[in-house]
């Protein structure tokens, strides 16, 4: 089975890496050799360099990809949650991934952003709104759509397990079983 790069992308708070963990869960037990890639996780080990510039943000979705494309060589299929606001971004990843051969799958996990200042699991909103964080991504720094994603899924309206079918439903990943 030719693996597949699935990037899951959305507002911090929408739910990316809770999917992201699920669908690599869902695919590992059906014996499919797939890694998860969260932002924040590659941010405290690989990227702590980088901060959340316009220009630091595309430099850790580029090395994202090419740290995925080590794994996609190997025949593991990589499931990345990353806020990548950015099309233009997005894009470049795209064909960095599309241009080795492998099919780049592209996933906005849409919440609104008063949905995502509900949710705060990370705490991140009260400190924005206290006006401790600047420049932050959907309240003073731009979160574009995608304008062609692969799969939306709103997850607002839709529940985690409802959305995690509707992944798998989509089968990105040829299941082993």
């Not at 050799?33 to 901060?51: E, N, P, T």
């Amino acid at each position: 089975m030719k693996p597949v790069f699935i990037l899951l992308t959305g507002l911090s708070g929408s739910g990316k890496t809770t999917l992201g963990k699920g669908l690599t869960n869902y695919y590992s037990s059906r014996e499919n050799k797939v890694f998860h890639l969260d932002g924040d996780d590659l941010r405290k080990a690989l990227h702590c360099d980088l901060g959340f510039s316009k220009e630091d943000r595309h430099k850790q979705l580029i090395l994202t990809a090419e740290l995925s494309l080590s794994y996609l060589k190997k025949g593991i299929s990589v499931i990345v949650s990353l806020i990548a606001p950015y099309n233009d971004h997005r894009l470049g990843a795209k064909k960095l991934i599309e241009n080795e051969g492998f099919d780049f799958k592209l996933v906005y996990i849409d919440c609104s952003i008063e949905g995502c200042i509900e949710r705060d699991p990370k705490g991140l909103y009260k400190k924005v709104l206290k006006g401790e964080i600047k420049n932050f991504t959907g309240i003073d720094d731009p979160y574009e759509s995608p304008k062609q994603a692969d799969l939306h899924i709103q997850t607002e309206k839709v529940n985690y397990q409802n959305s995690l079918k509707k992944m798998i439903e989509h089968n990105f990943i040829k299941t082993e079983q």
